[in-house]
């Protein structure tokens, strides 16, 4: 019940387009939903954040997308660029609880010029 | 400002001998978080203070492991007897308050080896 599902696991899109990462999870009292990018040798970096009381947050090129009823979550990246290349983890976690992050298993994305 | 620095970056040890990792968290964060990340996975929650307290140390695998914080600050991870499958990138974060702030800035990372 503590698991996040990630898909897909790796992601290839060319320079403009839109990448888009998915993520499931089971427990319902998890209200707290951040996406991270790493890059290699890298430790994870706060990308964006959505809490259920929205359906959707954008921060510049970045979407979350949030289906409460679907417990699913969704990152979208608009006009891809190569510098966007990374792995990308989402997480969720209680909100006012500990803090501690359920991480999916990634997904690789790789932008191509 | 300086964000969160592990030491040391890359360790090497054989099988069945201690190890210590060390994290200095961001300057003010009392929140501080311990997680494992295994080739190809996403970060695996091990521990988190708040403050000097361990207050969840739930995903600590056994009782090989091991970890302090002695004044609040900066926190030890230790581990006892190591074995193989603990080679993976140990990862620490911080934040402002683990309550209610719950972005959390993480470390490089300590990549463990055990040969």
């Known amino acids: 019940q503590q698991q996040v599902k990630q898909s897909p696991q790796s992601l290839i899109v060319q320079k403009g387009g839109i990448s888009i990462i998915n993520c499931a999870y089971e427990?319902?009292?998890?209200?707290?939903f951040p996406w991270y990018q790493q890059f290699p040798g890298k430790g994870p970096a706060l990308l964006i954040a959505i809490r259920p009381d929205v359906s959707e947050k954008k921060e510049g090129r970045f979407t979350i997308s949030f289906n409460k009823s679907a417990k699913q979550f969704s990152l979208h990246i608009m006009d891809s660029q190569p510098g966007d290349s990374a792995t990308y983890f989402c997480a969720a976690t209680v909100w006012g609880n500990t803090g501690k992050l359920i991480f999916g298993q990634g997904t690789t994305l790789q932008v191509k010029p | 400002g300086a964000g969160v620095s592990q030491t040391p970056s890359n360790k090497v040890t054989e099988k069945g001998k201690y190890v210590e990792l060390r994290c200095d968290p961001i300057?003010?964060?009392?929140?501080l978080y311990w997680y494992r990340q295994s080739l190809g996975q996403g970060p695996e929650f091990l521990i988190y203070f708040q403050g000097t307290g361990a207050a969840d140390d739930s995903g600590l695998p056994n009782d090989r492991f091991f970890a302090v914080r002695p004044e609040g600050s900066v926190s030890t991870l230790k581990i006892q007897r190591t074995e193989r499958g603990d080679s993976a990138v140990y990862l620490c974060?911080?934040?402002?308050?683990?309550?209610?702030?719950?972005?959390?800035?993480f470390g490089p990372g300590t990549r463990l080896t055990v040969t």
């Open positions: 300057s003010g964060h009392t929140a």
């Open positions: 974060a911080s934040s402002l308050n683990g309550r209610s702030s719950y972005e959390q800035y």
């Open positions: 427990n319902t009292a998890f209200d707290y």
